[in-house]
């Protein structure tokens, strides 16, 4: 069994994957697939993985479609939607109110994890002014982020001259995050593919599949 991987961090994952933007490609091809994919978002075994999706099955979290893919069912969307909620708000809550840069907050963020109850993050989201995005340009509100999605790109889609505006940046790679910060590729930066890959050299195809744009 893994350590460190609660259920939420699973459900963290499969949400991306459910509803997917960029690198987090949809899901196909069954049960091996998602646990490929799983294991591979965590850092973790493929079996690992697999071992804990049965126990997300078995608490009809997930099911299995049609083409035995894994879905989130009615009960795993609600909770997985309240996880990433939480982590944006906690993010803001880092960067807000303690003075984290939006660099640090993802990873403290995730540390902290389901330390706070849902009451505790209703106060948080309160206090905060019911902030519209985490740091990272994700929205709060999980409904208005699927909707998103379909406008959204990553720059590594767009011809390399188009203008564009950068919106979300990738979380899950605290290396890449830092670069973007130091960078300045930051929400609400115009950008240009041809731009980014003059000066990230050999970080180019990461950076631009990590940058989530608008297109000008
Ligand atoms: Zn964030």
Same mark, same amino acid.
């Given at each position: 069994?893994?350590?460190?991987?609660?259920?939420?961090?699973?459900?963290?994952? *499969?949400?991306?994957?459910?509803?997917?933007?960029?690198?987090?490609?949809?899901?196909?091809?069954?049960?091996?697939?998602?646990?490929?994919?799983?294991?591979?978002?965590?850092? *973790?075994?493929?079996?690992?993985?697999?071992?804990?999706?049965?126990?997300?099955?078995?608490?009809?979290?997930?099911?299995?479609?049609?083409?035995?893919?894994?879905?989130?069912?009615?009960?795993?969307?609600?909770?997985?939607?309240?996880?990433?909620?939480?982590?944006?708000?906690?993010?803001?809550?880092?960067?807000?109110?303690?003075?984290?840069?939006?660099?640090?907050?993802?990873?403290?963020?995730?540390?902290?994890?389901?330390?706070?109850?849902?009451?505790?993050?209703?106060?948080?989201?309160?206090?905060?002014?019911?902030?519209?995005?985490?740091?990272?340009?994700?929205?709060?509100?999980?409904?208005?982020?699927?909707?998103?999605?379909?406008?959204?790109?990553?720059?590594?889609?767009?011809?390399p001259g188009a203008p564009a505006t950068i919106v979300?940046?990738?979380?899950?790679?605290?290396?890449?995050?830092?670069?973007?910060?130091?960078?300045?590729?930051?929400?609400?930066?115009? *950008?240009?593919?041809?731009?980014?890959?003059?000066?990230?050299?050999?970080?180019?195809?990461?950076?631009?599949?990590?940058?989530?744009?608008?297109?000008?």
């Amino acid at each position: 069994m893994a350590q460190g991987h609660s259920v939420d961090d699973y459900l963290e994952t *499969i949400y991306f994957l459910a509803f997917p933007i960029g690198e987090y490609r949809p899901i196909t091809g069954g049960s091996l697939t998602l646990a490929s994919r799983v294991a591979e978002m965590l850092g *973790i075994s493929r079996a690992s993985a697999g071992e804990m999706l049965k126990r997300l099955e078995a608490e009809d979290l997930i099911e299995r479609g049609e083409q035995k893919e894994a879905l989130l069912t009615a009960k795993g969307r609600e909770r997985a939607e309240r996880v990433v909620r939480r982590h944006r708000l906690i993010e803001r809550m880092l960067t807000d109110f303690l003075g984290y840069t939006a660099a640090e907050a993802h990873v403290h963020a995730d540390e902290l994890g389901d330390t706070f109850s849902d009451e505790m993050v209703e106060r948080i989201a309160e206090r905060l002014g019911n902030p519209d995005r985490c740091p990272h340009g994700w929205p709060v509100d999980t409904v208005f982020e699927q909707e998103e999605n379909k406008e959204l790109s990553p720059l590594s889609d767009l011809e390399p001259g188009a203008p564009a505006t950068i919106v979300r940046l990738a979380e899950h790679d605290g290396e890449l995050l830092h670069w973007f910060y130091d960078h300045g590729y930051v929400p609400g930066s115009e *950008i240009r593919l041809e731009d980014l890959q003059r000066t990230a050299g050999p970080l180019a195809e990461k950076a631009a599949a990590g940058l989530f744009v608008r297109a000008a």
